[in-house]
């Protein structure tokens, strides 16, 4: 087929109208991903009359601060915090060492049975988590771990999450051989070219790691459904959900309180962001 | 000294040099956390469940062994095992094709090469990261038949006011919906996927004279084919694993339209208490994941291309 020749300037043109044809439905888009966040912070900040009216208000007049502090104090949301807190920083620390150490394991270190440990490892994620859930509450209940964070706790930092050694696995795989041989001969351990060489070269993969690993349990709800019911144990979901039917009308208080809520996640996910997504288009897929 | 006598000794007994000895307990050191967790947390709770799938336990009086009664049950006498699954079944067949195509629109976006892609790339990823709790209730408030979002928008279209979570029709399309707010993973794990297409296949493509529709079906899509098939793996078993919508935002209402099939087993486990039948329940649910993924290995996976790339 002949190539029509096309004049620089028309091409210029051409590549000038696509770029902004692109941009105007990625901001579309955008926006629409964006309304329910500005709906919530919206309702968050209105008084109830102006809350009940159609067609609804955008922009709340006079706007109620005072709806922040009122949704905190209603139920103890200080100690709900702690709670989740208490649960999320030894989750993120065990499950950020173990996974590593795992990946560290299949990636760099050559032994008998390594394929087929990693197969299993593998197979483990399509397990539904209902099928151990049952038997794992029945274990723990007979423990006396039910009401404790313990069960929240231990579980997740043994290992670390199987699509999380599996991330590590694949980051340390494109880190050169050359660096591992070269400090063996200088004499250095296993685990101090875990330590000293792979662990400092791969900032990415570790913040993808806390990132999820922050997420997954500052968000968790089926888990702390199941062993907390004291309410001095509660988290924040689940002080969050139980709000929900005590103050089910006063729609301006769940408002702030699920802003609340969602500020925190907010804030780690865009300081650590550029690590993040960059995180999952490289390790993302690669040998898969 | 004794360390390395011990090493020398066992190294000749398992017929491997003592530098591989040393290597492979390194590794298996390297991978103990993991394997402690999935034999006490993965493998071992398995086999105690299948024991307590012939049981009638509600962990408080001494279990009761009932063979295959629990299976029985199911499947002739619990309408709502296979209601649960009808409501599943259902969410899923929508919601998986609508988030794949969804999903691949906005990574084919978020691919373009023009200014502030990292802000929307973030802006796109951003609602999937919103607590459940959280999105749960802001959602419920879209949804409001009065004063709602939504109906806002239907309003403004001239459409009529739709009670979406009280009434069982539109139940399920409200939560199709809530599902798309969610794309952000998906179409990043696509994203992914474009990104490594050789470009030299494009350049080729071009010199042939294909224009960008035909670039993208014949190159596009063949070199993306394991991802869409990964995402609709992932999907589905996703999707029949769904609890918080239905528990929180509908408690499977209306009229059980959205009795999800994990909420039914959650009820049965820990607010009914009848462990051993809430265990046959998952595992019936393992069974049924596991089947679907082998029928749609079996009917895509030949079509899959896995280039050299």
Known sequence: MAQVAVSPAVYAARRFVGRALVWVVLGAGALLMMVPFLWLISCSLKDVSQLWVFPPIWIPNPVQWGNYPRALTVLPFARYTLNTLTITIPVLVGTVLTASMGGYGFAKIEFPGRELFFMLFLATMMLPGIVTMIPVFILFSKLGWVNTFKPLIIPPICGGGAFNVFLFRQFFRTIPEELSSAARIDGCSEFGIYRRIILPLSRPALTTVAIFTFLATWNDFMGPLIYLNADARKTIALGLAGFQGLYNTEWELLMAASAAMTIPVVIVFFLAQRYFVEGIVMTGLKGM | ?309
Request: with cysteine.
């Open chain 2, 1 to 309: 000294m004794l360390k390395d006598n011990l090493l020398l000794k066992t190294s000749r007994i398992l017929h491997m040099s003592p530098r591989r000895l040393r290597q492979t307990v390194v590794g298996y050191a390297f991978i103990s956390p993991g394997i402690f967790g999935i034999t006490c947390f993965l493998l071992g709770p398995m086999i105690f469940s299948l024991w307590l799938c012939l049981t009638k336990w509600d962990i408080v009086t001494p279990p009761q062994f009932v063979g295959l009664q629990n299976f029985q049950t199911m499947l002739r006498g619990d309408e709502f095992f296979w209601l649960s699954l009808w409501v599943t079944l259902k969410y899923t067949i929508v919601a998986v094709p609508l988030n794949l195509v969804a999903a691949f629109a906005v990574a084919l976006l978020l691919n373009a090469n023009v200014k502030g892609m990292p802000i929307f790339r973030t802006l796109y990823y951003l609602p999937s990261i919103t607590p459940a709790v959280a999105s749960v209730m802001l959602w419920r408030w879209i949804f409001n038949t009065d004063f709602g979002l939504l109906n806002l928008l239907f309003q403004t279209l001239g459409l009529p006011k739709i009670h979406w979570l009280f009434d069982p029709g539109w139940v399920m399309p409200a939560l199709w919906l809530m599902g798309l707010w969610g794309v952000g993973p998906t179409a990043i794990i696509y994203l992914a996927g474009l990104q490594g297409v050789p470009r030299q296949l494009y350049e080729a493509a071009e010199i042939d004279g294909a224009n960008g529709w035909s670039k993208f079906w014949n190159v596009t899509m063949p070199m993306m084919s394991p991802v869409i098939f990964f995402n609709l793996v992932m999907g589905i078993i996703g999707t029949f694993q769904v609890f918080t919508a239905g528990y929180l935002m509908t408690g499977g209402g209306p009229q059980n339209s959205t009795l999800f099939y994990v909420l039914y087993t959650f009820r049965n486990a820990f607010q009914w208490l009848k462990m051993g039948y809430a265990a046959a329940l998952a595992w019936v649910l393992f069974l049924i994941i596991l089947v679907l993924t082998v029928l749609v290995f079996r009917s895509m996976g030949s079509r899959v291309f896995y280039g050299e790339a």
